[in-house]
């Protein structure tokens, strides 16, 4: 799903402990309470093998009437109870199981059937449940905005399905195959997932829209929208499909917006070819894909025909790559959005590259980046406790432009486009039309790749925050000596340990060079047989970060550390001791800086002996990580200090 606008985030409270492995965490704690929401007990007890909506509806309400058909197959434990989720705000007229009446309440947005007789495990049942009502949230009605078309449309993501139809809302349980019926009225037009196989004319002035799928689907993607629209075709032809792709548009009839969307609509074939030539084939090849406007803020990637309050480019490409990454394969839990979200925006980072250009594409990741660093904590997988808050889920600067940055940083780590690419593709085949999580991601890619992602995921995905360098380098003869000091912007995050890219631009042109830094504080040397001018931190944006400063120095001034200084205790609350050990100096300079490369403190002190002890006491200094500079005569020490 993708949202046009951004949601204000409240600020967080750094966690006090970090932990060193929170993959293994994962792991060992998959399955359990501490992972997912918890749901009835009876909801685990069947498997969703089919819906069938029959419902009616009009353009100008929000009230809905039918049936719902599930089909499914009793799991583990005989089945005494049928429990399905719906708002208990609708009313239901009436339960049959195995076309048998049955007894049943309604209350708390579930529906207890107690079944006449028990169903054993392994058995196949039916449920039809007969329902009408004023709809919750998942199914509105309003007029789109500048068009002035009347619409009912549904956007059931994350928790909102049961609001207007019997459901299950339980993400692994995908049913096989859907049927869409919807009946309306004439002149209007239902749009839903896989194939319109029929249409059907009633003489009371009704038409119902026949819709079927045989994919399997979540269930948050199964979806309607009605209004006066008219139908606008085109096809797609990726390479290995032996027929056309059918892209099917269903856009307001007003006599401007065909014309005003038509271009936009037609890169849609583009980009599908693209992306099956990138992903793999179009999942859902032998139905179709296609758009439904509608007018709720942003646009939602509802399997084979997206709802879209406009249609542009990105948001094509956006919206188009979840049919890959959340429709094909949809997350585990949402708190794994990751797999739906940070790739359907990586997606529009590909569509530029391939489509436009390479600096098209650099400002889009420029611009996710900047988004990216507005927050200075959090997390992109989603923490336990806000596992069901929906703002936090599709936190635009985390869930978004983060998730996106960090796909980025996932390709530039491997150095090796095939082995990316053929990352996604081998992903995609081992869950297609099932649910994956990011660990389950992480071991793809590292079977794919042969390189260990413990840490990467570590820092970016369990991990909050990124890291700042500040750069000071010297040159002497054919040699440059650089250090590079990493501060976080997070206490969660202490370190990012990772491949960054240095453009170093000198007497013969410029040369870029690649360095992998697994300490706070790390001096690097490179052969260099030119005069030196200037470092450039990342010069081709792989990675989320800042530069904070970059300094060169003089032979004199020698950057390089030296052993020369201790300090103790380390974290502290902000009151220490600098012991300065080896040699006396006629002047010494103390500084801390803090994770932005701001000077915070600085003190200069005359004629300083071997062995000297300095007391520094910073009683009002925040919380968080910090560089303690020392400079004595001609060299330099650097060291990370914590205050907690």
């Not at 060992?28 to 819906?51: A, M």
């Not at 600067?397 to 940055?405: A, E, T």
């Not at 792989?542 to 970059?550: C, K, S």
């Amino acid at each position: 799903m993708l949202l046009t606008f951004t949601k204000v985030i409240s600020a967080q409270i750094p966690k006090k402990d970090f932990l060193e492995n929170k993959c293994s965490r994962y792991n060992s704690l998959k399955g359990t309470k501490e992972l997912s929401i918890q749901k009835n007990p009876l909801l685990h007890n069947y498997d969703v093998k089919f819906y069938k909506l029959d419902i009616e509806v009009s353009n100008k309400s929000d009230y809905v009437k039918g049936n719902v058909t599930i089909n499914a197959e009793v799991k583990n434990n005989t089945l005494t109870t049928f429990v399905v989720e719906l708002y208990s705000g609708l009313s239901v007229d009436a339960v049959l199981i195995n076309n048998i009446t049955h007894q049943f309440t309604h209350n708390g947005n579930e529906i207890h059937i107690p079944l006449s007789s028990s169903i054993e495990p392994g058995t196949d049942f039916s449920a039809q449940i007969f329902y009408y009502g004023k709809t919750w949230e998942g199914m509105e009605c309003d007029t789109a905005r500048y068009w002035g078309n009347w619409v009912t449309y549904t956007h059931s993501e994350c928790f909102h399905a049961k609001d207007w139809f019997p459901c299950k809302e339980v993400l692994e349980d995908k049913a096989d195959s859907v049927y869409v019926y919807v009946t309306t009225d004439y002149g209007l037009k239902a749009g839903s997932n896989g194939i319109l196989t029929g249409t059907t004319y009633f003489s009371n002035g009704k038409v119902r829209y026949e819709w079927k799928s045989k994919y399997p689907i979540a269930y948050y993607l199964i979806s309607i929208a009605v209004s006066d629209y008219i139908e606008y075709n085109i096809y797609a032809e990726p390479e290995g499909l032996s027929r056309p792709l059918l892209i099917q548009n269903y856009v307001y009839d007003h006599p401007e917006c065909l014309p005003y969307y038509k271009e936009d609509i037609d890169i849609t074939a583009d980009l599908i070819e693209l992306f099956s030539d990138l992903y793999g084939m179009y999942p859902f090849m032998d139905e179709k894909y296609g758009h439904c406007m509608w007018p709720w803020g942003g646009a939602m990637e509802n399997q084979t025909m997206t709802s879209t309050v406009n249609i542009n480019f990105y948001l094509i490409a956006h919206e188009l790559g979840h049919q890959w990454f959340g429709d094909y394969v949809t997350c585990a839990t949402w708190q794994d959005i990751w797999i739906n979200e940070g790739f359907a925006s990586y997606t529009e980072y590909l569509a530029y590259q391939y489509l436009y250009s390479q600096e098209a594409a650099d400002e889009r990741m420029k611009k996710a980046h900047e988004y990216a660093m507005t927050p200075p904590d959090g997390s992109i997988y989603i923490p336990l406790e806000d596992a069901e808050d929906e703002d936090r889920i599709f936190d635009w600067y985390l869930s978004y432009r983060k998730g996106m940055s960090i796909v980025h940083m996932i390709r530039f780590e491997l150095q090796n486009d095939e082995i990316f690419f053929n990352t996604l593709k081998n992903f995609l085949t081992q869950y297609g039309d099932s649910v994956a999580s990011g660990i389950d991601f992480k071991n793809v890619l590292e079977e794919t790749s042969g390189k260990d992602f413990t840490d990467f995921f570590n820092q970016w995905y369990f991990g909050e925050g990124y890291p700042t360098y500040n750069i000071s380098w010297l040159q002497q003869n054919d040699t440059l000596s650089f250090t590079s000091i990493q501060t976080t912007s997070s206490l969660v995050t202490p370190l990012f340990k990772m491949l960054m890219e240095y453009k170093i631009f000198h007497s013969n042109g410029d040369t870029t060079i690649q360095v992998y830094q697994t300490e706070n504080t790390q001096t690097f040397k490179v052969y260099l047989p030119y005069q030196v001018d200037s470092i450039q931190v990342d010069p081709n944006n792989w990675v989320l970060n800042q530069t904070g400063g970059i300094k060169k120095y003089t032979a004199k001034e020698n950057v390089l550390s030296q052993d020369i200084c201790k300090i103790y205790p380390n974290p502290s609350q902000g009151k220490f001791t600098v012991e300065i050990q080896n040699n006396s100096h006629s002047k010494l300079s103390i500084q801390v800086i803090n994770e932005t490369g701001q000077l915070i403190y600085e003190r200069l002190y005359k004629n300083t002996k071997a062995n000297s002890l300095i007391e520094i006491d910073l009683p009002d200094i925040p919380k968080g990580i910090y560089i303690l500079r020392v400079q004595a005569g001609k060299y330099e020490y650097t060291r990370k200090i914590i205050i907690n």
